[in-house]
């Protein structure tokens, strides 16, 4: 057996990267997040080859002062939090201070960025080396270009799927992205086509036409309700729009797309026997809760998280949504199409 010995940092930059840096829809998750924290109204996503050749984040955020882009793709800095108890009360969506850093280990970055009236700067990181740091002409915010992803990890980049399973990841996350910040206009295109354009006018409803088509967005009904310990508010389909998947089901906790089973279940149950077996509705559920009831440092994804009083949540939900669909008159519709036909065929 081999004596222990400790890793270099290069090989340890590769490991840790491997935990945020799944694929390309990872570089996307992470970085169009930095852009809403950074304050960014307006994020444009632009791919090649379903982010396989490049990916560009553009956005008209903050930006970052010359001084702090070195810091920014250091392991675990960040202006995010400041200490442990900072984790309990999280209010961004990144604040491990790993993104950048990690994707930079893994492929090749340019960043060009600027705050209001100050000279931008420009930075190109390959494999986690600085090749240059040079003055720029950027205006406010930040573009940051990622290109030959995996490049350095050939085991990783060859269990990349095909362009268009690629593509589709991406799809679904700046999706869930639009859908959780309504606020921001989110932008997705791919070899030069536009697959997303959010108004970013805060209207729920809109972002949901522009995802699933206006049709679709009009077939939904909007819920809401609150108690001592959560907030639940969205839209949800009535039983006559469903599909064959989960995946249509949209978790939103303060403002992060999450995936929880239990939370899915609540939503599904709600409809109680109005589902036929195998269907389900499409939903997008927001819940605010105090940050204290909340863990989301479970995974370096982030997606995954632990709720404190879950199962009153969970009944909560159901509740809701079972009230809700309670309100529209589904069987008389039913029954007005039956006559409709029946005075067609006479």
């Given at each position: 057996m081999r004596k222990i010995a400790v890793l270099d940092q290069n090989t340890i930059d590769k490991i840790a990267a491997?935990?945020?840096?799944?694929?390309?829809?990872?570089?996307?998750?992470?970085?169009?997040?930095?852009?809403?924290?950074?304050?960014?109204?307006?994020?444009?996503?632009?791919?090649?080859?379903?982010?396989?050749?490049?990916?560009?984040?553009?956005?008209?955020?903050?930006?970052?002062?010359?001084?702090?882009?070195?810091?920014?793709?250091?392991?675990?800095?960040?202006?995010?939090?400041?200490?442990?108890?900072?984790?309990?009360?999280?209010?961004?969506?990144?604040?491990?201070?790993?993104?950048?850093?990690?994707?930079?280990?893994?492929?090749?970055?340019?960043?060009?960025?600027?705050?209001?009236?100050?000279?931008?700067?420009?930075?190109?990181?390959?494999?986690?080396?600085?090749?240059?740091?040079?003055?720029?002409?950027?205006?406010?915010?930040?573009?940051?270009?990622?290109?030959?992803?995996?490049?350095?990890?050939?085991?990783?980049?060859?269990?990349?799927k095909s362009v268009q399973t690629e593509l589709s990841y991406i799809s679904d996350i700046v999706n869930r992205l639009a859908l959780s910040h309504t606020d921001v206009a989110l932008s997705l295109t791919n070899n030069g086509r536009q697959l997303l354009q959010s108004a970013g006018n805060g209207n729920l409803q809109q972002t949901i036409g522009a995802i699933y088509g206006v049709q679709n967005a009009r077939q939904m009904v909007k819920f809401e309700d609150a108690n001592l310990d959560f907030k639940i508010s969205g839209y949800t389909s009535l039983p006559k729009l469903t599909r064959a998947s989960r995946n249509y089901i949209s978790l939103l906790v303060n403002g992060r797309y999450v995936k929880n089973f239990q939370l899915t279940k609540a939503v599904i149950e709600g409809y109680g026997s109005k589902l036929m077996t195998g269907r389900y509705p499409i939903t997008v559920l927001s819940i605010e809760l105090d940050p204290t009831l909340v863990d989301v440092n479970v995974h370096p994804t982030k997606q995954e998280i632990k709720i404190s009083k879950e199962d009153e949540l969970v009944t909560f939900i159901q509740k809701t949504i079972f009230e809700r669909i309670g309100q529209e008159n589904l069987i008389p519709d039913g029954l007005q199409n039956i006559k409709s036909k029946t005075k067609e065929k006479l």
């Open positions: 491997g935990e945020v840096v799944e694929r390309p829809s990872s570089v996307v998750k992470e970085l169009v997040e930095n852009a809403i924290d950074a304050g960014a109204t307006a994020v444009t996503v632009e791919i090649t080859e379903g982010g396989k050749k490049l990916i560009r984040i553009t956005d008209n955020g903050s930006g970052m002062e010359a001084e702090q882009i070195p810091l920014a793709f250091l392991r675990h800095a960040t202006s995010k939090i400041i200490d442990r108890k900072d984790l309990f009360k999280v209010h961004t969506l990144g604040f491990r201070g790993e993104a950048l850093p990690s994707i930079a280990s893994v492929s090749d970055v340019v960043m060009e960025t600027a705050v209001s009236g100050r000279a931008g700067t420009k930075i190109h990181i390959k494999g986690g080396e600085v090749l240059e740091k040079t003055l720029s002409a950027s205006r406010e915010g930040t573009t940051i270009t990622v290109s030959d992803l995996f490049y350095n990890t050939p085991a990783r980049l060859k269990y990349l």
